[in-house]
């Protein structure tokens, strides 16, 4: 394999969880009876919208630590911590859809995931620039 290939197959699977959420969202729709471009009527529904657009928000984060990571650091580390990140989307996604009130497990396991992931590339470019400059 070349040398980021699990990133990128970290990346199309957290991209293919974000494409399921938003099919759960267009599933709950169709169950609610409430039609786009509505957003509230159905408690189900709008816990649907707000995960899918919740992982929508952390995306850019997420994604730009994993790249920057593996760069940087370490593809398997990268690719394990993204592993960790997506895990922590799906127990959010399946928590809030069920109670809102159990999102915060896998909110906090991808927040984790996903700060290792930017903080550990910020410090390592960081380190780079002091060591050996610019």
């Known amino acids: 394999m070349s040398p980021h290939s699990w990133v990128a197959l970290v990346t199309i699977a957290a991209l ?3 494409f399921w959420m938003g099919l759960r969202v267009g599933v709950a729709r169709g169950k609610s009876g409430i039609a786009a471009p509505a957003m509230v009527g159905d408690p189900v529904l709008e816990r649907h919208i707000r995960v899918q657009a919740n ?13 920057l990571f593996a760069i940087y650091w370490n593809d398997l580390i ?12 799906l127990l959010y996604a399946f928590g809030y859809v069920a ?4 999102r915060e ?6 927040f984790v995931a996903a700060a290792a992931l930017l903080l550990g590339a910020a410090g390592r470019i960081i380190w780079i620039l002091v060591t050996v400059g610019a």
């Open 16 to 18: 293919l969880v974000y």
């Open 55 to 67: 992982t929508l928000e952390w995306l850019p984060i997420f994604l730009t630590g994993l790249w």
């Open 78 to 89: 990268a690719a394990g911590l993204g592993v960790v990140w997506i895990v922590g989307r």
């Open 99 to 102: 109670d809102p009130g159990k």
């Open 105 to 110: 497990l896998g909110f906090i396991i991808q």
